[in-house]
């Protein structure tokens, strides 16, 4: 769709709703639509075929209101005229080109003299309300920044929790090692279009008015390539696999994305190439949980050590640490070890939460089971109850 077509379309009257409408009942006259005029409900009908763009054109732009809101201001403009009378310069003898006053959009918002040179950022938003509407623009031949990538890696618990330099490999666009991204072969460089000067685009009139369109020569880059790379077939850009060290960062969490900055794809004609962001999965581990910057671990004991009182090896990341068990701990107890948790740079370490949970055995031999029975009356004898407190018992 051109810029002429855009700016005469009416996107309201596609969707068959007045231009004061709500943001429900534009949705809801596009989903009715939509099932009405859907291709796979049509298969024959291109003519519903054709509606059924018109209309998803017509709500891409609506449905947004930032979009909905520069589109009527645009509309509000070309409806008073505002455009005719931006195509005429002040000054003795200033005649509109094309005879009836016409207009390059450039002109229009934000040129030099133009009818709104003085408000800020109207030239910038007309360029943004096209790109977000997917519509064609003319402004191919500026520098754009590269693409951010995305890419993922999966850690091991520990790893993860301790942080480590990760190789990763990416695939993808990157600035062609021979030409450096010129798309010119060597020896050569890239000169300025002589069709539009090195601006990109060339300006035609229309009845009344002038519209800036992408060079064909050039397809809008604004220079030409006589001696194309061989390697890039003049693009600049190449497909490599390229090998990039991450730093994981110590206590990274399961599915938390790391930026690499200027680690994406190249930018076109010298701008900034885009970032990198990797996205981290932590595997379970056996023995740790966590919570925060807490590590947790169940430790199991036998009712023994709890009632008579032990020291248990309890494992850390770094190794082992030996924790006591004062006689009568009761199961379920939780003991603190300070700064044996998720280590961190600048800050203290999480702590270790070691809980100790009862293991009752199976299979005991009748001198085990005949132990059991004279605790048991030994117990009762001392007139211990384990259910003396207990709440359910009223």
Not at 33 to 44: E, G, K, S, V
Not at 109 to 121: I, Q, R
Request: net charge positive.
């Amino acid at each position: 769709m051109t810029q002429q077509e855009w700016i005469e379309r009416d996107f309201y009257a596609d969707l068959g709703v007045p231009s004061t409408a709500s943001a429900e009942e534009i949705k809801s006259a596009y989903r009715k639509l939509a099932r009405q005029l859907h291709p796979d409900a049509n298969p024959r009908d291109k003519a519903a075929g054709e509606r059924f763009k018109a209309v998803s054109e017509a709500h891409a732009v609506l449905s947004d209101p930032a979009t909905r809101a520069e589109y009527d201001k645009t509309r509000q403009l070309y409806r008073s005229g505002a455009f005719r009378r931006a195509g005429t310069r002040a000054g003795a003898g200033a005649r509109p080109a094309g005879g009836m006053g016409g207009f390059d959009f450039s002109d229009l918002f934000g040129g030099e003299g133009s009818a709104f040179s003085g408000e800020a950022g109207f030239g910038d938003m007309f360029g943004d309300l096209f790109h977000r509407s997917g519509f064609r623009t003319t402004a191919s031949s500026r520098p754009r920044r590269g693409s951010d990538v995305e890419a993922e890696t999966r850690l091991p618990f520990r790893q993860a929790v301790t942080g480590l330099v990760l190789p990763l490999q990416v695939s993808g666009p990157t600035a062609c090692t021979s030409c450096h991204g010129s798309g010119a072969g060597p020896g050569t460089q890239p000169r300025r279009c002589p069709s539009c000067s090195g601006a990109g685009t060339l300006t035609r009139n229309q009845g009344g008015f002038g519209f800036s369109e992408s060079c064909d020569d050039c397809r809008g880059t604004g220079v030409l390539v006589d001696f194309p790379c061989t390697d890039c077939q003049g693009t600049g850009v190449g497909h490599r696999t390229r090998t990039i060290n991450v730093r994981i960062p110590p206590g990274v969490t399961d599915g938390q994305r790391i930026r690499l900055p200027a680690h994406g794809e190249p930018g076109l004609r010298g701008a900034p190439s885009g970032d990198l962001y990797v996205t981290v999965g932590v595997d379970p581990d056996p023995v740790f949980g966590r919570d925060g910057d807490d590590l947790t671990v169940t430790v199991p004991v036998g009712f023994a050590e709890l009632a008579l009182g032990t020291t248990i090896s309890v494992p850390t990341l770094d190794g082992r640490v030996s924790v006591k068990l004062p006689a009568g701990t009761p199961p379920g107890r939780t003991f603190r070890l300070r700064e044996r948790g998720v280590p961190h740079r600048g800050r203290p370490s999480g702590d270790l939460r070691v809980t100790v949970q009862v293991a009752v055995p199976s299979g005991l031999d009748q001198k085990a089971i005949d132990a059991l029975r004279a605790y048991e009356k030994a117990e009762k004898a001392t007139g211990f109850d384990p259910r003396a407190d207990w709440v359910g018992r009223r």
